[in-house]
């Protein structure tokens, strides 16, 4: 029987379309991932993996798997893919265009709402006991209304327009910068979103041309009462330009759930207060999360069956 490997584990309900057609290797238990070294010591034997966008698929692991017929990111991103090299090795890749972009958008709106009502800082002043010696204080925790501000998205795929949608429902005005410029009246040019946005908020994948699109350069547009808002790839931020434009005052503040070199977070940005940080934990729901598993899951069980994934991102069949 073929095997199939996912990284961690999982309920064995989202792995259903693999009954009958694989052996299905789960990575440890308790939320962890596998180790590199395991998935390479694993890779001769393997027809599939599933990864959650962790396991960098290049060179060494595809020669380490020459049974390899298809790597399904439980994710959105691609970054960690070679597909160009995976496309002529005729190794299929796939991700999850959709099941992550409700909840992704949920947890945006959740990071402005924080961040512009200082809900993170109001936390932790009751939890310190302060309150009850302060005593009621009108005015104190006063924050920004959603309500009349100019929401500036960039990156206005599936996602960007999911938060567009909810940001309308708080009466925001939404301009947007996508890769490809558009005549609608809500289109922006980078420089010009930055310098007319109360919030912005960042939903591009990350690419050669997006690495550090949000850098000392762009961030000096911003107003200096304009808040930032990273939901899209670590490396999409210039990390330490944005420390140095928070601790000049240069904007208000930022919520982050991505890093530059994450899990590794610039210790400067644990210490200011005008700031919410959050583990990459956008995408995160159990429905979301279920879906894109048996999804990938679908994906890998059709390739094995000698049919084309649904979701793919390169096709071998091409080179392309």
């Not at 009958?20 to 694993?42: K, S, T």
């Not at 310098?195 to 200096?224: C, F, G, N, Y």
């Not at 210490?271 to 979301?288: F, Q």
């Not at 069980?301 to 091409?318: I, K, S």
């Amino acid at each position: 029987m073929q095997k199939i490997l996912i990284t961690n584990a999982v309920p064995a309900d989202v792995l259903a379309p693999l009954a009958g057609l694989a052996e299905v290797i789960q990575g440890p238990a308790g939320g962890r991932l596998m180790a590199r070294e395991d998935v390479l010591r694993l890779a001769p034997t393997l027809q599939g993996i599933i990864n959650q966008a962790e396991l960098i698929v290049d060179a060494e692991l595809l020669d380490a798997a020459p049974q390899l017929k298809i790597v399904a990111n439980v994710a959105i991103g691609l970054d960690n893919l070679d597909l160009d090299l995976m496309a002529r090795r005729g190794v299929w890749a796939t991700n999850v265009p959709d099941a992550f972009v409700e909840s992704t958008a949920d947890c945006t709106i959740a990071l402005i709402l924080c961040l512009l009502r200082r809900i993170h800082q109001a936390d932790g002043y009751v939890r310190s006991g302060q309150w009850s010696a302060d005593g009621f204080q009108p005015g104190l925790w006063d924050g920004v209304l959603l309500a009349g501000k100019t929401l500036g998205v960039v990156g206005y795929g599936r996602i960007g327009r999911a938060v567009a949608r909810r940001a309308e429902a708080f009466d925001m005005r939404v301009i947007f910068h996508s890769r490809s410029p558009s005549e609608h009246d809500g289109y922006r040019e980078l420089d010009a979103l930055m310098a007319e946005a109360d919030v912005i908020t960042l939903h591009t994948p990350l690419t050669a041309a997006t690495r550090h699109l949000i850098d000392s350069r762009t961030l000096a547009q911003m107003k200096p009462t304009a808040f930032l808002i990273n939901m899209s790839r670590g490396p999409v931020l210039h990390e330490k330009a944005l420390v140095d434009a928070l601790q000049a005052g240069k904007i208000a503040g930022a919520a982050l759930d991505v890093f530059e070199f994450e899990p590794e977070v610039h210790p400067a940005l644990l210490r200011l207060p005008n700031v919410c940080l959050t583990p990459h934990i956008g995408g995160g729901t159990r429905e979301s999360r279920a879906q894109a598993r048996r999804l990938c899951a679908e994906n890998i069980a059709a390739v094995l069956q000698g049919e084309r994934p649904l979701t793919p991102v390169n096709d071998p069949l091409l080179g392309l």
